[in-house]
């Protein structure tokens, strides 16, 4: 078995390296700027065998991602929207990777859903499309109708792809091993545990029943919403093979003269896709991660207001509490240029070293961020941000955090797609109203009383061992406060069990006061008995310390 595996990854190795040198790859590399060695080994490299194709540069990129798989073709359409850092003809290129990738054959199609429905196409649906409508990486879509005479799109996975995918997951990890072992940096980048999040990430894409799942859940978070819509899914024809939902009608949102055409305030388009991507993250915490143009587009019946229509939620993103916190003030220090705060909270969470001087790291910040502050998007780019900022932090021994990959990866796609609508979009005034708001809303009373409330029932069901904790911790105390009672030259520290015994004293009160009063919050009944020992306790230790 481990042999096999061993030659699976050697013919996946041999076939990138063949794919490289079938469309001359070796053209994109900036042989003037190397070392004089590196050049003449490029030269006597084997693609020198193979001639040069008649397709420019750009297109041969394409066809080459193309061959390679899912994987390839995802790095692909997130460079698509780096207009910023490609030629027009390059950029034009790759956006077909979007949803013009080569269908595979219409009758493999429909054997397929008919294997997933389980009866034939006749059967499930009053008209059925045979021409494929879209087409991606991972699966393509037909057009469709259901009995009752709603129009469906009908979404089904590519053949074999799994296998695919297996391979090049095996090369990556190997790559990811190598990276971390023979590079001075490469533990740092934790490029390992990057791996094995986007294996996650990109086999969970390959179960059409849990993009359902996710697409119902974006659905209720934004029902009735007028910033975006998500069309509905027909749960009793979805399982993990074939997805059937809802078939929408809109302008995709590259179409920029389309969207000219209907007199859309762009402007505003830009403005409402920063608030969905910022809403989706800090108010849900369950954000769309997949947002590049081909899954976008717009609705222009009202064009000064124009609403936005998701499709394709393969791959959706989730932060912890303790994530958007830190994020939310991680930015709004920035927005603030706060580079103290923001050195700090590096410090504080655990991304750079205990050890490092919050001073220096601050100096080292402020010199990325200054200068991209007060300028349109038109002028800036975040990711050439991310990139100075990252090279930055490698003086300092920051690492790259695993949980936030598909956030950073969704704030380049926004990037992108603002800066195809409205290239003068100032992102961070865009963006500092909206973490003002959620974080006041955080602090404010009423958000307060929402999260006791939602973590009061845990308190209460633990509160039956509250009396052994109790009975357990005066234990302690009495075990720390006797040595020291013998010993009167040690007056001054026989103040420290006290001082304890005072804070225990003022928790158990607490505690009992609060437990006296659940039924206020609407969690439980009076905790009576447990209130009273508790309230009993804590007097108790306040009388008997000095």
């Not at 020992?533 to 000095?546: M, N």
Request: charged residues 25%; aromatic residues 10%.
């Amino acid at each position: 078995m481990a042999a096999d595996l061993g030659t699976k990854k050697l013919s996946r190795a041999f076939k990138i390296l063949w794919v490289t040198c079938r469309y001359r790859l070796d053209d994109f590399l900036p042989l003037t700027s190397l070392p004089t060695s590196l050049r003449l080994l490029l030269i006597l490299a084997p693609w020198q065998l193979f001639p040069r194709p008649k397709h420019s540069k750009a297109v041969r990129l394409r066809l080459a991602i193309e061959t390679l798989g899912p994987i390839f073709i995802k790095f692909g359409q997130l460079l698509s929207t780096r207009r910023d850092l490609l030629d027009d003809e390059l950029a034009n290129e790759l956006k077909k990777l979007q949803d013009q990738v080569p269908p595979f054959s219409q009758k493999e199609s429909i054997l397929l859903i008919e294997k997933g429905l389980g009866r034939p196409v006749s059967e499930v649906f009053s008209r059925f499309d045979e021409d494929v409508m879209a087409s991606a990486s991972i699966a393509q879509v037909h057009s469709a109708q259901l009995p009752n005479g709603q129009e469906v799109i009908v979404k089904v996975i590519r053949p074999n792809i799994k296998k695919t995918i297996q391979q090049d997951l095996s090369l990556m990890k190997l790559f990811a091993y190598l990276l971390e072992a023979l590079w001075k940096n490469g533990k740092r980048l934790r490029a390992q545990q990057i791996v094995l999040d986007y294996e996650k990430t990109i086999f969970d894409e390959l179960d059409l029943q849990r993009e359902a799942a996710n697409a119902s859940q974006i659905r209720r978070n934004f029902l009735n919403s007028e910033l975006i819509y998500i069309p509905e899914v027909y749960w009793p024809y979805c399982n993990q093979h074939v997805l059937v939902m809802e078939r929408i009608y809109g302008t995709p949102v590259a179409d920029i003269e389309t969207l000219k055409a209907h007199h859309v305030d762009l402007k505003v388009l830009a403005e409402r896709g920063v608030e969905i991507f910022f809403t989706q993250v800090f108010r849900d915490s369950f954000f769309h991660a997949d947002m590049h143009p081909g899954n976008i587009f717009v609705s222009t019946k009202n064009p000064q207001a124009a609403q936005y229509i998701a499709v394709d939620f393969g791959i959706v993103g989730t932060l912890g509490e303790e994530d958007q916190n830190y994020l939310a003030r991680n930015l709004l220090a920035f927005f603030n240029r706060d580079y103290h705060e923001v050195a700090r909270l590096h410090v504080d969470s655990g991304w750079v070293p205990s050890t490092t001087r919050v001073e220096e790291f601050e100096a080292a910040i402020r010199t990325v961020c200054e200068p991209i502050f007060e300028r349109p998007l038109s002028e800036i780019s975040f990711g050439q941000f991310l990139v100075r900022l990252f090279q930055t932090a490698q003086r300092f021994d920051m690492e790259v955090q695993p949980q936030l990959v598909l956030l950073q990866k969704t704030l380049i796609n926004i990037e992108g797609l603002g800066r195809q609508l409205y290239p003068d979009l100032d992102l961070w005034s865009t963006a500092k109203p909206f973490l003002e708001r959620w974080m006041r809303d955080r602090l404010a009373p009423p958000g307060v009383f929402k999260r006791l409330r939602e973590q009061f029932p845990d308190l209460v069901q633990q509160s039956p061992e509250l009396p052994k904790l109790i009975y357990e911790t005066m234990d302690n105390l009495s075990r720390l406060e006797a040595p020291r009672a013998q010993t009167s030259s040690y007056q001054g520290d026989t103040q420290k069990p006290n001082k304890k015994r005072k804070v225990l004293a003022c928790v158990l009160i607490g505690t009992g006061l609060i437990s006296s009063n659940a039924d206020w919050l609407n969690i439980a009944q009076t905790l009576s008995a447990a209130s009273a020992l508790s309230i009993a306790l804590g007097a108790w230790l306040l009388l008997t310390s000095k």
